[in-house]
């Protein structure tokens, strides 16, 4: 056996370190990152983001052959919020232009993916895929009678339904000013309204061309509302508001599913026809200028215009009693008005008000219940026609309503609009465009 002499083994060692000490100061290889790319505006932390959602839950592995079973897991229920975003994270764009004088907006929720929009002289357009179409969803304008301001095709409510039986509710005034609700049928071809297919449910004489109200919209109970204004000029001067034998300054509430016509619920206030007509649902309003149901917890909203100071937002609770005065011509809002209410007469209070250095005239909006934009979770949205501002309203982690500005836009805010997802859009009467609000 060869052994190596000590001065030999003394170089190998005295060369392995010089490599080994060479490697170590060898600069380390670059690796380049992969690409970010940056939002257009600062991320944002939502006030109330939604939890993660669970992956779906697949099946233990199937026989050869059959298909692979999933059980999708849903989305736990987002919470509403107690706070406001910061509303420069958001804006709202622009839908669609083009539209003369709207006035209200439905989604038919039927897979089509078409927004129906109410034209104040009689039309009802469609939008689809973010085109106003030219041919009109339905023509009323042989029959609308958009002769003032306040006067025209004024609400729309489709049957909850409708995607199986098209079956839609119009409410407009006539040629001659009055106030018509009727009942029509979508045509055989899914595609447009029937106008020779109108069936009159309500008539009401107007005294005066303002104050008609106009919104319809159907109850978590299934009832069809329909706010009606106390009849115009300007005082309530007949006291129409207060005067249970009329319909004028009421909330009405009938049943018009399954109906020939339509029939009274049987806990309507003066549904066995004694002391009131039996339409009837509230009174005490001015001009309910929109409303809505909250579409998770039932509660109503109702908007009403004031007189000339002040403008007031009314909440009624899910499942609060029937026959609720609002108070017009007693109260606008909460300060007298005129004369004196009867001893022991209960007014019910509005949670909100605001006088003429925030605006003129108040159009009710949606209770936000969208999935796009959970920093508005529950927050209701609603604005005024003549300075286009655009306020949120919330309770607070005390239960306290809390109000703020969040928007003002260059518009005359006919009316809020919102999808079958729940996400919200605004109609500016002047310009005749429609916007949804959305993240920046």
């Known amino acids: 056996m060869k052994v190596r002499s000590p001065l030999v083994f003394r170089l190998s060692l005295a060369l392995m370190l010089v490599v080994l000490i060479a490697a170590a100061c060898s600069p380390t290889p670059q690796v380049t990152p992969p690409a970010t790319l940056m939002p257009t505006s ?29 059980s999708p897991t849903a989305p736990p229920a987002l919470s509403s919020v107690m706070a406001f975003p910061p509303a420069d994270a958001f804006d709202w ?110 008539f009401v004489e107007q005294p005066y061309a303002n104050h008609n109200g106009g919104d319809l919209e159907f109850g978590p109970d299934g009832y069809l509302y329909i706010g009606l204004g106390d009849g115009g000029s300007a005082g309530d001067p007949q006291r129409r508001a207060q005067n249970n034998q009329t319909l004028l300054g009421k909330m009405l509430r009938i049943d018009v599913r399954g109906q020939e016509q339509y029939a009274i619920p049987p806990d309507n206030p003066f549904a066995d026809g004694n002391g009131g007509r039996q339409e009837i649902w509230a009174n005490g309003l001015r001009n309910p200028w929109r409303y809505t149901f909250d579409r998770l917890t039932g509660d109503l909203y109702i908007a009403d215009v004031g007189q000339n100071k002040y403008e007031e937002v009314n909440f009624v609770p899910a499942g609060s009693p029937p026959g609720l005065n609002f108070g017009w011509h007693y109260r606008e809002a909460t300060h007298p008005f005129a004369d004196t209410p009867p001893s022991g007469l209960r007014l019910y209070d509005p949670v909100y008000e605001y006088g003429r250095n925030d605006g003129c005239s108040v159009t009710g909006g949606y209770v936000y219940r969208g999935s796009q934009l959970p920093e508005f979770y529950g927050v209701y949205l609603f604005g005024d026609y003549c300075n286009g501002f655009v306020w949120g309203m919330l309770r607070d ?35 005749g465009s429609v916007y949804q609000l959305v993240r920046r």
């Not at 006030?47 to 669970?54: F, K, L, R, S």
């Not at 622009?94 to 034209?119: F, H, K, M, Q, Y």
């Not at 109000?403 to 260059?410: A, C, I, K, T, W």
């Open 93 to 202: 764009v622009l839908i669609a232009g083009g539209l003369r004088r709207p006035t209200d907006l439905a989604d038919p929720n039927d897979g089509s993916g078409r927004l129906l929009v109410l034209e104040q002289p009689g039309l009802i357009r469609v939008i689809a895929n973010g085109q106003l179409l030219e041919q009109p969803y339905l023509d009323l304008t042989d029959r609308v009678g958009p002769n003032s301001s306040e006067q025209g095709l004024l609400g729309i409510a489709l049957d909850p339904d409708f995607a199986g039986n098209g079956i839609f509710y119009l409410n407009y005034t006539d040629k001659n000013g009055n106030t018509v609700v009727s009942r029509f049928r979508q045509s055989d071809d899914g595609q447009s309204g029937d106008p020779q297919s109108e069936q009159v449910l309500l």
């Open 42 to 70: 600062p991320p944002m932390q939502p006030t109330a983001p939604p939890e993660p959602q669970p992956s779906p839950t697949v099946a233990e592995s199937p026989a050869v052959g059959e298909p692979a079973v999933v």
């Open 397 to 431: 982690s005390n239960g306290n309503w809390v109000v703020e500005r969040l928007f003002q836009l260059g518009a005359n805010i006919s009316s809020f609009g919102e999808d079958a997802q729940g996400e919200v859009y605004v109609l500016d009467h002047r310009s």
